[in-house]
């Protein structure tokens, strides 16, 4: 996955109706577009923007079967997103010890005259 792909599926996501949408798909496996559409206050103009977006992202993969087009999660992309992201590695680093704020106080005890 080239930088390019991975931001157009970042933008795709960063969206928080489609990420809903791809996880309300996610969780259920498969899901017809009417299926979605019941499961979102919106319009069906507006999820098939939204589903075209995440499409054309590859995100979501979609079965044509008759007349009904069935939309499932992208999953090999989604568990190798981790993996291209800038930041992959810290998700196996140990986590950050937290440092003590450093404060300056003069003592005049200290203090040479």
């Known amino acids: ?16 109706k489609r990420l809903r949408m791809t996880q309300e798909i996610a969780a259920a496996g498969e899901l017809s577009c009417g299926q979605l559409a019941e499961r979102f206050d ?25 007349q009904h087009r069935f939309i499932s999660v ?9 993996r291209f ?3 992959g590695a810290l ?10 704020p450093v404060t300056k106080t003069r003592s005049h005890a200290s203090i040479e005259r």
């Open 1 to 16: 996955m080239d930088d390019a792909v991975l931001v157009k599926v970042l933008r795709a996501l960063a969206d928080p």
């Open 91 to 100: 998700a196996n680093a140990p986590p950050a010890r937290r440092r003590r």
């Open 74 to 82: 992208n999953r090999k992309l989604i568990r190798g997103l981790g």
């Open 42 to 66: 919106v319009s069906q103009p507006t999820i098939s923007h939204h589903l075209r977006i995440l499409k054309e992202a590859e995100v979501l993969l979609v079965r044509e079967a008759g």
């Open 85 to 87: 992201l800038p930041l």
